[in-house]
Structure formats: C-alpha cells, structure tokens
C-alpha cells in the first residue's frame, strides 16, 4: 500500500471549515484514497473514500488532485464534536485491511 | 442505526490466562475483522473472516490467537496465553463487502488489561 503523510495535528475554529491534507505521492492507480476518524479512543468511523473524483457525502467533501499525489478532507461546518484523529489510508479495491497511520489530531475550538 | 458491539468493555486478565473477545457484527455483514490498539500507538490490523476461514491475518496473529464465529451473530477473538504486550484496546469490524472499498463498521471495542 501506498505510504501517506499527515500533519500531526491541527486547530480549527468551530463553525469554520477544516481543511485536512494527505499526501500520497507513491499511489498507484489502483489504489482508492480513504479517511476514517477516531474520536477519543473510540471505534475509527468511515468518512468517505475516491479513487479519482471528488467525493461528497454528508459528513465531508473528498478533494483528490488530478495527478493523484495528495488529497483534501474538508469538513464544511466544524463542530466540536469533530475534534478527532483523522486517518488518511491509502488502499486497492481487494485489500482486506486498513493500514492506519499516526493521523492528524484535529481540534476544533469554540 | 446498525452496529457493532463488543463485549465487554472492559476486561481485566491474569498473565498466561485465555480471553475472549465477543462481537456481534453487523447482521447482513459478511467480513470481520479485529484490529487492536495499543496505548498511545497506531490501530493495527490483526484478522479478516469470510466464510467461516481467515482471509488475510498479519505478523501479530500468531498461534496465540484464534477467531471463530460459533453461531450466526457472534465473531470471537481468542487469546490463549495473555502477556503483558497484549494490553490493548481490541476492536472489532465488519462490514458488508470484502475489500476496504466497503466501509468498515467498528464496535467500540474491549480494553484488555493484562496484569
């Protein structure tokens, strides 16, 4: 699996958008971009995962890069409840696992 | 919502001692896994399970674990001989397809002490 790189954290204001980059400059075409989020040691939670389009559900929006080199969670509304470790895990379409990384810690501040 | 829940939350064991981890995935899902964390580390992938066999398991699940799925709701981890490495909080997966193109459901996992 292609090796991703993280900031190690970050700070938002609530109510603003968070802006989340991932870099994966080794990526192979077969390989789909996911970002999964751990909140204090929970269970990590789905976000939302692209292989070369812009993704958006209704937790966040996928920003991919048309060479594929790096990629952007964005959380529109920040709240305090989003403050978390976000994962950027590069994966093909027939692996059985996640491979989390250290992720970036993300703060949201009122 | 559907999900996934882990028993018990909590459990303390003596070293050498067997465990096991309960789960009760998903009922339409047909993949499960278990990954562990330990404290202040990366979560790491230990197993994935379909059709009752191992799918993919890594260098940590070595003959001390097992996993079985004894009836039609509950996926088990077991450890035979705890050490003390193997404090950790254990989490299990699952999720409807078999490849990470399907998103996995994580329960909230069991925080095992060995002491």
């Known amino acids: 699996d292609a090796k991703t790189t993280q900031p190690p954290s970050m700070d938002c204001a609530e109510g603003r958008a968070a802006n989340l980059p991932c870099n994966h400059s080794?990526?192979?075409?077969?390989?789909?971009v996911y970002w999964y989020r751990q909140i204090h040691s929970q269970g990590p939670q789905y976000i939302i995962h692209?292989?070369?389009n812009n993704e958006t559900n209704e937790m966040a929006s996928l920003i991919i890069t048309e060479d594929r080199k790096s990629s952007t969670l964005i959380l529109p509304h920040a709240t305090l409840r989003d403050t978390a470790v976000y994962y950027c895990?590069?994966?093909?379409?027939?692996?059985?696992?996640?491979?989390f990384g250290a992720g970036t810690t993300v703060t949201v501040r009122a | 919502e559907p999900e996934v829940t882990q028993t018990p939350s909590h459990q303390v064991t003596q070293m050498g001692q067997e465990v096991i981890l309960r789960c009760v995935p998903i009922?339409?899902?047909?993949?499960f896994y278990w990954y562990r964390q330990i404290l202040g580390q990366k979560v790491e992938f230990l197993v994935s399970?379909?059709?009752?066999?191992?799918?993919?398991k890594s260098e940590i699940f070595d003959d001390q674990f097992s996993v079985e799925r004894p009836d039609g709701s509950n996926f088990t981890l077991k450890i035979r001989s705890t050490k003390l490495e193997d404090s950790a909080m254990y989490f299990c997966?699952?999720?409807?397809?078999?490849?990470?193109?399907?998103?996995?459901?994580f329960g909230q996992g069991t925080r095992l002490t060995v002491v």
């Open positions: 692209g292989l070369k």
């Open positions: 080794t990526i192979s075409g077969n390989e789909y």
């Open positions: 997966a699952s999720s409807v397809g078999g490849a990470v193109n399907t998103e996995a459901f």
């Open positions: 895990i590069a994966a093909t379409s027939y692996d059985y696992k996640l491979s």
């Open positions: 009922s339409n899902h047909l993949y």
């Open positions: 399970f379909y059709n009752n066999e191992i799918s993919e």
